[in-house]
């Protein structure tokens, strides 16, 4: 008795519901629904008619401006007024339905109505004849226009509020009961012309129903939750702005991609303030703004502005002052008080960038609170509406007037709203920037907070947060990857207030909570938010810091809907295709303690953990499909061509090729690079190559390519870099150049140019001990004191200076005197080109200001090196320990340019002389093998030419030759 009385208490709640709240309009075209995320438009599939003529104003909401409408039948005709449309038909005298298609035309692209108008003979018409269901159930809304008598027949599950009754033209509201199996139920709604004696000669017409059994979530309509109104703007000016793309116009076009932007030429004092005005209408009410900042790049990002009001576009008051921190963030300012407004005027006293600094907008949005909002709280217990009052029983769930939270509540109820990844905790962190202008890097990651949501462009997804404590500054963005024109990175941003926020996403892809601070000292005080992502996909994330989610790799991709999958570990932070991490990565884990390390031994190469100043956020590294790898502010990205390698774990660890570990060490490489102190002009991809070897040769044991590559002349990369630099005596900066006739210097050899970096750490780290493989705290080191060094010391001006200025650090910091060695490598050769790298710039170094800089060494009064450094290798660099020596072996044998040399010990290079005395080749006298070298000249050996077997410690003994 208790289950029948449950069920028909249900009934009648739900059929009360469908009096009030499921009553379709009389107008099939429905209406526009507008809000701070985006409006939507929202257009009839059919317009149906009876036969006499008549005529239609349909809603068509917020279409582009100048749209346009053809029909391609001359019995129908339909005019664009504004945001209707106006459709007028003919009688029609035949005896069949006739057919118009309406095409709408817009900037947007073109849209479709069908006009359906009945003939003489007796047929059914009805507007929409495919429903999908939630399992909470619903209303089912729809016109019938007929020209007979007609009954509609329900399934059992499906109630009417009343008895039908006959008309010509209906509208029919009707509502499906909860299901609560798990399992989906399909069943049809039928209209039969009535009154006719054979019962087999009626005509008909169905309705399909489906209803979602209750196994999974699937969120209800949020088409009856409440949208702010937009005011919109329709004029401004700008006191200053750049022409041909940087008006004010661009700041309220409804293109996130156009911005404002101040003049370009910034240098004059009087530059800022600069005033920015947006004018309404007409007077009208206002409760908060909306600052989109731009979505690429920092300048122009507002400091700090004064805000002021005027009711009459005139006379202006002031409301408040605010410091927008130059964030990339979307910012709502919330007034405390209901304006009555026509302009608004933003007086900009300060913003990001070079120089003096900008002023740009890519969007200011003003609103009006709804006053149409549902009062979830008669419901939920918690303002994330994630658990239920007490007193809330299946009726007064089934008596809710609105779809969507009748829907949560529902599953709710029934135990089946699985809240992982939909519910979930957010970390507040410091912004990238923050640290990286202090360590002189680019930033790291502002995605390490993924929420494991994937969403669709055009749907509404509902976020619920909890009390933010007064931070502003929070919002959500929505990363595409498949953005075309670029790599994707980047996205869509949406602020974020406390309580339930409506956005309207304006692109598909993965949602990442952006909760970031420039204040450090802030921080600690910033607490966890609370979000409850109540619509969307979910797609899931891997994070191998989560207990929760350990052990459930294959699960978790399994479940994965998304193209794209989160991966983080403690350090990295990887997002690339599903498919790729489940056809390349065997185990979640092994991967991320992958990347993990080597994030976390640069960090340690470079002196953050010495030296306390590691960065407070992950590497982000990510698939894209426009180049091969790259890296820049807060990302570094992978052709998806190369996830077959660097997603797999044994393959990256490979202790016989670093051809996987390569690529990924050197782009995270740059974002550790320290400019200038060791990227000045022409070392953008050399010194980056420093962590590439660490992590290549001393963390996954794999060979070196500076050792072991054999180049197309047969040498490996120390006997280039030796012969061309050393024995050429060619300045550093153009080690393998070439120049072109317009004097620019082209081809440079970032390996050949890598040695004598790779060499100091061979040196004083694996021979000295000096380094974080060796030491006993695995944090000191040559390599971190010099990074520091140049983190606490500005740099000179010019490339060449630069240079030079490595030399003096290196040498003060080793507390050697280097000068030898940095001459022997080009460092102080005087020169004057032009590099291309990354743009024609000069490099200039003087002998006077060379020889400035050798003096300041001399100045330190530091015992001097005298070893052979300068060919210290990684086979080699044993002997530079106790530097024994030379025990002579067998006679050179040459053939042509082919020189072989056997049996010879304790020798790090073979010097090759002219018959001048002149140094003209050297070459690594460890490769292919110690003991047996085999190396090839540049040109074939010729009568009086020499060889010398060099030391460790400098001594050289002659070679016989053949």
Same mark, same amino acid.
């Given at each position: 008795?208790?289950?029948?009385?449950?069920?028909?208490?249900?009934?009648?709640?739900?059929?009360?519901?469908? +009096?009030?709240? +499921?009553?379709?309009?009389?107008?099939?075209?429905?209406?526009?629904?507008?809000?701070?995320?985006?409006?939507?438009?929202?257009?009839?599939?059919?317009?149906?008619?009876?036969?006499?003529?008549?005529?239609?104003?349909?809603?068509?909401?917020?279409?582009?401006?100048?749209? %346009?409408?053809?029909?391609?039948?001359?019995? +129908?005709?339909?005019?664009?007024?504004?945001?209707?449309?106006?459709?007028?038909?003919?009688?029609?005298?035949?005896?069949?339905?006739?057919?118009?298609?309406?095409?709408?035309?817009?900037?947007?692209?073109?849209?479709?109505?069908?006009?359906?108008?009945?003939?003489?003979?007796?047929?059914?018409?009805?507007?929409?004849?495919?429903?999908?269901?939630?399992?909470?159930?619903?209303?089912?809304?729809?016109?019938?226009?007929?020209?007979?008598?007609?009954?509609?027949?329900?399934?059992?599950?499906?109630?009417?509020?009343?008895?039908?009754?006959?008309?010509?033209?209906?509208?029919?509201?009707?509502?499906?009961?909860?299901?609560?199996?798990?399992?989906?139920?399909?069943?049809?709604?039928?209209?039969?012309?009535?009154?006719?004696?054979?019962?087999?000669?009626?005509?008909?017409?169905?309705?399909?129903?489906?209803?979602?059994?209750?196994?999974?979530?699937?969120?209800?309509?949020?088409?009856?939750?409440?949208?702010?109104?937009?005011?919109?703007?329709?004029?401004?000016?700008?006191?200053?702005?750049?022409?041909?793309?940087?008006?004010?116009?661009?700041?309220?076009?409804?293109?996130?991609?156009?911005?404002?932007?101040? @003049?370009?030429?910034?240098?004059?004092?009087?530059?800022?303030?600069?005033?920015?005005?947006?004018?309404?209408?007409?007077?009208?009410?206002?409760?908060?703004?909306?600052?989109?900042?731009?979505?690429?790049?920092?300048?122009?990002?507002?400091?700090?502005?004064?805000?002021?009001?005027?009711?009459?576009?005139?006379?202006?008051?002031?409301?408040?002052?605010?410091?927008?921190?130059?964030?990339?963030?979307?910012?709502?300012?919330?007034?405390?008080?209901?304006?009555?407004?026509?302009?608004?005027?933003?007086?900009?006293?300060?913003?990001?960038?070079?120089?003096?600094?900008?002023?740009?907008?890519?969007?200011?949005?003003?609103?009006?609170?709804?006053?149409?909002?549902?009062?979830?709280?008669? #419901?939920?217990?918690?303002?994330?509406?994630?658990?239920?009052?007490?007193?809330?029983?299946?009726?007064?769930?089934?008596?809710?007037?609105?779809?969507?939270?009748?829907?949560?509540?529902?599953?709710?109820?029934?135990?089946?709203?699985?809240?992982?990844?939909?519910?979930?905790?957010?970390?507040?962190?410091?912004?990238?920037?923050?640290?990286?202008? %202090?360590?002189?890097?680019?930033?790291?990651?502002?995605?390490?907070?993924?929420?494991?949501?994937?969403?669709?462009?055009?749907?509404?997804?509902?976020?619920?947060?909890?009390?933010?404590?007064?931070?502003?500054?929070?919002?959500?963005?929505?990363?595409? #990857?498949?953005?075309?024109?670029?790599?994707?990175?980047?996205?869509?941003?949406?602020?974020?207030?406390?309580?339930?926020?409506?956005?309207?996403?304006?692109?598909?892809?993965?949602?990442?909570?952006?909760?970031?601070?420039?204040?450090?000292?802030?921080?600690?005080?910033?607490?966890?938010?609370?979000?409850?992502?109540?619509?969307?996909?979910?797609?899931?994330?891997?994070?191998?810091?989560?207990?929760? #989610?350990?052990?459930?790799?294959?699960?978790?991709?399994?479940?994965?809907?998304?193209?794209?999958?989160?991966? #983080?570990?403690?350090?990295?932070?990887?997002?690339?295709?599903?498919?790729?991490?489940?056809?390349?990565?065997?185990?979640?884990?092994?991967?991320?303690?992958?990347?993990?390390?080597?994030?976390?031994?640069?960090?340690?190469?470079?002196?953050?953990?010495?030296?306390?100043?590691?960065?407070?956020?992950?590497?982000?590294?990510?698939?894209?499909?426009?180049?091969?790898?790259?890296?820049?502010?807060?990302?570094?990205?992978?052709?998806?061509?190369?996830?077959?390698?660097?997603?797999?774990?044994?393959?990256? %660890?490979?202790?016989?090729?670093?051809?996987?570990?390569?690529?990924?060490?050197?782009?995270?490489?740059?974002?550790?690079?320290?400019?200038?102190?060791?990227?000045?002009?022409?070392?953008?991809?050399?010194?980056?190559?420093?962590?590439?070897?660490?992590?290549?040769?001393?963390?996954?044991?794999?060979?070196?390519?500076?050792?072991?590559?054999?180049?197309?002349?047969?040498?490996?990369?120390?006997?280039?870099?030796?012969?061309?630099?050393?024995?050429?005596?060619?300045? =550093? +900066?153009?080690?393998?150049?070439?120049? !072109?006739?317009?004097?620019?210097?082209?081809?440079?050899?970032?390996?050949?140019?890598?040695?004598? =970096?790779?060499?100091?750490?061979?040196?004083?780290?694996?021979?000295?001990?000096? !380094?974080?493989?060796?030491?006993?705290?695995?944090?000191?080191?040559?390599?971190?004191?010099?990074?520091?060094?140049?983190?606490?010391?500005?740099?000179?001006?010019?490339?060449?200076?630069?240079?030079?200025?490595?030399?003096?650090?290196?040498?003060?910091?080793?507390?050697?005197?280097?000068?030898?060695? =940095?001459?022997?490598?080009?460092?102080? %050769?005087?020169?004057?080109?032009?590099?291309?790298?990354?743009?024609?710039?000069?490099?200039?170094?003087?002998?006077?200001?060379?020889?400035?800089?050798? @003096?300041?060494?001399?100045?330190?009064?530091?015992?001097?090196?005298?070893?052979?450094?300068?060919?210290?290798?990684?086979?080699?660099?044993?002997?530079?320990?106790?530097?024994?020596?030379?025990?002579?072996?067998?006679?050179?044998?040459?053939?042509?340019?082919?020189?072989?040399?056997?049996?010879?010990?304790?020798?790090?290079?073979?010097?090759?002389?002219?018959?001048?005395?002149?140094?003209?080749?050297?070459?690594?006298?460890?490769?292919?093998?110690?003991?047996?070298?085999?190396?090839?000249?540049?040109?074939?050996?010729?009568?009086?030419?020499?060889?010398?077997?060099?030391?460790?410690? @400098?001594?050289?003994?002659?070679?016989?030759?053949?």
């Amino acid at each position: 008795m208790k289950t029948i009385r449950l069920f028909s208490l249900l009934c009648a709640a739900i059929l009360s519901l469908a +009096c009030v709240s +499921c009553k379709a309009d009389d107008d099939p075209g429905r209406g526009k629904k507008r809000g701070e995320n985006g409006s939507q438009t929202t257009l009839p599939e059919n317009i149906d008619f009876k036969s006499e003529s008549s005529s239609k104003i349909i809603q068509v909401g917020d279409l582009p401006q100048g749209w %346009r409408v053809e029909s391609n039948q001359s019995w +129908c005709s339909a005019k664009p007024r504004g945001k209707t449309l106006h459709v007028e038909v003919q009688t029609n005298e035949e005896t069949e339905i006739r057919q118009a298609k309406l095409t709408i035309s817009s900037s947007a692209g073109e849209k479709y109505i069908t006009v359906r108008q009945l003939g003489v003979a007796p047929a059914i018409l009805i507007d929409k004849q495919i429903f999908t269901l939630p399992a909470s159930g619903g209303g089912i809304d729809f016109v019938i226009t007929t020209n007979t008598q007609v009954e509609v027949k329900l399934p059992e599950w499906v109630k009417a509020p009343s008895e039908l009754k006959a008309m010509h033209k209906e509208s029919h509201a009707y509502v499906a009961l909860p299901h609560t199996g798990e399992s989906n139920r399909v069943a049809k709604i039928e209209v039969v012309q009535k009154g006719v004696a054979d019962a087999s000669k009626a005509i008909r017409a169905f309705i399909s129903l489906t209803q979602l059994g209750a196994k999974d979530y699937v969120a209800g309509s949020t088409d009856n939750l409440a949208d702010d109104e937009q005011i919109k703007v329709v004029s401004g000016q700008a006191s200053s702005f750049q022409p041909s793309g940087g008006e004010i116009e661009r700041s309220f076009d409804g293109d996130m991609g156009t911005l404002y932007h101040s @003049n370009w030429t910034n240098t004059g004092k009087d530059y800022f303030p600069i005033t920015l005005t947006y004018h309404f209408a007409e007077v009208s009410e206002v409760d908060y703004l909306v600052y989109y900042p731009r979505t690429s790049g920092q300048n122009g990002n507002f400091k700090q502005v004064d805000i002021e009001v005027s009711k009459d576009g005139v006379n202006f008051e002031k409301l408040v002052s605010k410091d927008f921190g130059g964030s990339s963030q979307p910012t709502r300012v919330i007034f405390d008080r209901r304006l009555q407004a026509k302009s608004f005027r933003f007086i900009v006293r300060s913003g990001a960038g070079d120089g003096q600094g900008f002023a740009s907008c890519a969007e200011m949005m003003f609103f009006k609170r709804s006053s149409k909002s549902f009062d979830y709280k008669t #419901l939920f217990a918690d303002d994330l509406c994630t658990t239920l009052r007490p007193d809330v029983t299946d009726a007064k769930i089934a008596q809710c007037t609105d779809p969507f939270f009748r829907n949560l509540a529902f599953f709710i109820k029934q135990g089946k709203y699985n809240q992982e990844f939909r519910v979930a905790e957010f970390k507040p962190y410091l912004h990238p920037n923050v640290v990286a202008a %202090r360590n002189k890097t680019n930033p790291y990651s502002l995605l390490d907070n993924p929420t494991g949501i994937s969403v669709k462009q055009g749907e509404d997804l509902i976020v619920f947060v909890e009390d933010t404590r007064g931070f502003e500054g929070l919002s959500l963005r929505v990363q595409n #990857l498949d953005k075309p024109g670029g790599d994707g990175f980047g996205g869509e941003y949406y602020p974020l207030y406390k309580g339930m926020n409506k956005l309207k996403m304006r692109a598909p892809g993965l949602a990442y909570v952006m909760y970031h601070t420039m204040d450090e000292a802030k921080l600690p005080s910033l607490q966890p938010i609370r979000m409850h992502f109540a619509t969307g996909t979910v797609n899931g994330y891997y994070d191998s810091q989560n207990p929760k #989610l350990s052990g459930r790799w294959k699960e978790l991709l399994n479940k994965a809907s998304d193209k794209y999958f989160d991966v #983080l570990g403690k350090y990295a932070h990887l997002t690339f295709e599903t498919a790729n991490f489940r056809n390349y990565t065997p185990e979640g884990r092994d991967i991320t303690n992958t990347y993990d390390s080597i994030v976390r031994n640069e960090w340690v190469l470079h002196g953050y953990y010495k030296y306390n100043c590691k960065p407070r956020n992950r590497m982000y590294l990510h698939v894209m499909y426009h180049a091969y790898m790259y890296a820049t502010w807060y990302h570094t990205a992978y052709v998806v061509s190369t996830a077959e390698a660097i997603l797999d774990p044994a393959k990256m %660890r490979n202790p016989k090729s670093q051809g996987a570990a390569w690529g990924p060490s050197h782009e995270i490489g740059h974002m550790n690079q320290i400019r200038p102190g060791a990227l000045w002009h022409g070392m953008t991809e050399c010194t980056v190559n420093i962590p590439s070897e660490y992590i290549t040769t001393y963390v996954f044991k794999q060979p070196s390519r500076l050792q072991e590559e054999r180049m197309g002349d047969g040498n490996n990369r120390y006997s280039l870099a030796f012969s061309h630099i050393i024995a050429g005596e060619t300045p =550093f +900066c153009s080690a393998g150049s070439t120049n !072109s006739k317009d004097g620019v210097m082209q081809g440079v050899d970032v390996f050949k140019q890598l040695v004598p =970096f790779w060499q100091l750490e061979l040196y004083f780290g694996r021979v000295l001990g000096h !380094s974080p493989r060796l030491n006993a705290d695995a944090v000191s080191g040559f390599y971190p004191d010099l990074y520091e060094y140049f983190r606490r010391h500005d740099s000179p001006g010019t490339p060449g200076l630069q240079q030079a200025e490595f030399a003096y650090a290196v040498s003060k910091v080793a507390g050697r005197d280097l000068t030898r060695y =940095f001459e022997r490598w080009g460092f102080f %050769r005087a020169v004057n080109t032009i590099i291309d790298d990354y743009g024609k710039k000069p490099f200039v170094l003087t002998e006077v200001e060379a020889n400035a800089v050798k @003096n300041r060494i001399a100045s330190l009064h530091l015992p001097k090196e005298d070893i052979a450094l300068e060919y210290i290798t990684d086979n080699n660099a044993y002997l530079y320990k106790d530097k024994p020596s030379i025990i002579e072996g067998s006679k050179a044998s040459i053939n042509s340019q082919s020189i072989k040399i056997s049996g010879w010990k304790n020798v790090v290079a073979f010097e090759v002389y002219n018959a001048q005395g002149k140094l003209i080749f050297v070459a690594d006298a460890t490769y292919p093998k110690e003991g047996e070298a085999h190396f090839f000249l540049g040109s074939s050996w010729v009568k009086g030419n020499s060889i010398k077997a060099v030391s460790a410690g @400098n001594a050289r003994v002659a070679v016989p030759t053949e």
